[in-house]
C-alpha cells in the first residue's frame, strides 16, 4: 500500500470517544435448537473503539457479530445501533445493514460483476447514489486498500487477499457507523493476510468502530482497544489486549492463550 492510502487518526480526535456506546448489547441469548450457542452477551462498543473477540472454536464468535447487523435473530434480550433498536425486517432492515458494514471469510462478491461495480452497487441501489459520485467514491476506497488498478477486473482474475481489500471498499462505501469482521483472514493464504490486516489497522486508525472476530493475536494485541474472550456461548473476560495476554484472569483464557501461543 503507498504511503498515501494511510488514515491517519485525526490528531484532534482521541481513538476511543467518550460518551455513549454506539453498540449495546443487553442480556443476548440464542439457541440453535438445543444448543444454546449466545448466553446472556453483555458487551457495549464505544464510537471509535476497535473490540476484537477471539476464542476456541464453536464459542459463539460469528454468531454473535452476525446478530449484530441481523443475519442472525436473537431468542432474547436487546442489541440496539446509535440508540436505535434492531428492526425486524423490511426496508428499516435494509438501512440498519447500510450503517453495520460487515466483511466475512469468504468474500462474497458478485463473480459477474466488476470489481467497481461490487463497490458502487450497494451505495447506487441503497443509499440512491447518483452513479457518478458512487463510481467517484468507489476509485477513492479501492485505491486506499491498495487495489485501485484492478478495479475493471472481475473477482476471480484476483487473489483472495486482493478479494478480501475489495470486500472492506465494498462496505466502507456504504459509509457505515460500524464495521463487522467475522474471520476476514482465515480462508487467505498466508502471504496475503498481512495485506488485508494492514487495511484493518489503517482502519482502525482512522477512528473506525469495528468489531473484529480473528484467530490473529498479532491483530488483536497492536489494533485492539479490547479484547474480548468468549468461550461455550458465554464472554469470560474482557481486558485491555496488554493486560489480556500477558495476566489472563480466568483458567479458560489461559489455557487458550498457552495452545495458541506456543505455535
Avoid at 466475512?104 to 452497487?121: D, P
Avoid at 443509499?127 to 478495479?151: I, P, T, Y
Amino acid at each position: 500500500m503507498t504511503e498515501n492510502a494511510a488514515l491517519p487518526r485525526p490528531s484532534s480526535q482521541p481513538h476511543v470517544a467518550e460518551g455513549e456506546p454506539l453498540v449495546v448489547l443487553d442480556g443476548v441469548h440464542k439457541w440453535f435448537g438445543d444448543l444454546h450457542v449466545l448466553r446472556d452477551i453483555d458487551l457495549s462498543v464505544k464510537r471509535g473503539e476497535v473490540v476484537v473477540v477471539i476464542g476456541p472454536s464453536g464459542s459463539g464468535k460469528s454468531t454473535l457479530c452476525r446478530a449484530i447487523n441481523r443475519l442472525e435473530t436473537i431468542d432474547k434480550g436487546s442489541i440496539t445501533l446509535d440508540g436505535e433498536p434492531l428492526p425486524e425486517e423490511g426496508k428499516e432492515l435494509a438501512n440498519l445493514r447500510a450503517e453495520v458494514g460487515m466483511v466475512f471469510q469468504s468474500f462474497n462478491l458478485f463473480a459477474h460483476k466488476t470489481i467497481l461495480e461490487n463497490v458502487t452497487l450497494g451505495p447506487i441501489k441503497v443509499r440512491k447514489v447518483k452513479a457518478s459520485e458512487a463510481n467517484q467514491r468507489a476509485r477513492e476506497l479501492l485505491d486506499r486498500v491498495g487495489v485501485g488498478h484492478q478495479a475493471e477486473k472481475y473477482p476471480a482474475q484476483l487473489s483472495g487477499g486482493q478479494q478480501q481489500r475489495v470486500a472492506i471498499a465494498r462496505a466502507l462505501a456504504m459509509e457505515p457507523k460500524v464495521m463487522l469482521f467475522d474471520e476476514p483472514t482465515s480462508a487467505l493464504d498466508p502471504e496475503m493476510i498481512k495485506e488485508v490486516l494492514d487495511v484493518m489497522v489503517e482502519l482502525a486508525e482512522g477512528g473506525m468502530t469495528m468489531i473484529v472476530v480473528t484467530h490473529e493475536m498479532g491483530f488483536a494485541r497492536t489494533a485492539a482497544d479490547r479484547v474480548v474472550f468468549m468461550s461455550d456461548g458465554a464472554v469470560v473476560e474482557e481486558n485491555r489486549p496488554e493486560e489480556f495476554f500477558t495476566n489472563p484472569r480466568s483458567e479458560r483464557a489461559q489455557d487458550f492463550l498457552g495452545k495458541i501461543l506456543k505455535h
